[in-house]
């Protein structure tokens, strides 16, 4: 019995450490989810997973005007925000898409 109420709010911790959600302005942590974006290895505004499914938001890198929610133009100073490429225990996952970026 005590396994099954520890396995349980174990579970329940685990989920809550990736429950932030995007906001319906696209938004996560205060940062909006477009813009210019630096690549970081070390003190990142935003830990991304790159998936294949079920990801948080769909990215289209652009060359100008990221202006919509998804758009990310990637550069080397004065980003909007920076990111840090991580295997686990990311705060956002992407999905690197041609069209209709944004969230799911």
Avoid: N
């Amino acid at each position: 019995m005590r396994f099954a109420i520890a396995a349980t709010a174990l579970a329940l911790w685990a989920g809550a450490a990736h429950a932030e959600k995007i906001g319906p302005d696209c938004t996560l942590k205060g940062l909006p989810l477009r813009g210019d974006v630096q690549v970081v290895d070390s003190f990142p505004d935003l830990k991304v997973q790159i998936v294949e499914s079920f990801p948080d938001l769909k990215v289209k890198a652009v060359e100008s005007f990221p202006d919509d929610c998804g758009e990310w133009r990637f550069v080397d100073s004065f980003p909007d925000f920076k990111i840090q490429y991580v295997d686990s225990f990311p705060d956002l996952t992407i999905r690197f898409v041609e069209s209709f970026p944004g969230l799911p």
